[in-house]
Nanobody, 120 residues
Framework: QVQLVESGGGLVQTGGSLRLSCAAS????????MGWYRQAPGKQRELVAT???????KYFDSNQGRFTISRDDAKNTVYLQMNSLKPEDTAVYYC??????????????WGQGTQVTVSS
């Protein structure tokens, strides 16, 4: 089983910064994708950013330039550095881990979520 434990959310003023962390533990394939998604009240969950084990990154358009995703493979931890935060960034942020096993079964795991609130 895989567990994802997030930390780093909180309340910040417009223009401020936060750094989210997500530590993964358990049976994790050596090739995987870790990422961050967010869900604001009344809205669907949306992609924020992902990073592969080859450190290839992908960002949702509006986040690129303000957010930076990174990972420490030795710690199975993914980070999201968020700068120049805006009120519209307010949401619950979820960590995600996905991988494909040699038998072609896909595995997708979610963290419990961490609240980010940006005040105006």
């Amino acid at each position: 089983q895989v567990q994802l434990v997030e930390s780093g959310g909180g309340l910040v003023q417009t223009g401020g910064s936060l750094r989210l962390s997500c530590a993964a533990s358990g049976s994790i394939a050596s090739t995987n994708v870790m990422g961050w998604y967010r869900q604001a009240p009344g809205k669907q969950r949306e992609l924020v950013a992902t990073i592969t084990t080859h450190h290839t990154t992908k960002y949702f358009d509006s986040n690129q330039g303000r957010f930076t995703i990174s990972r420490d493979d030795a710690k199975n931890t993914v980070y999201l550095q968020m700068n120049s935060l805006k009120p519209e960034d307010t949401a619950v942020y979820y960590c995600n881990l996905a991988f494909l096993l040699p038998d072609y079964t896909s595995h997708n795991y979610w963290g419990q979520g961490t609240q980010v609130t940006v005040s105006s």
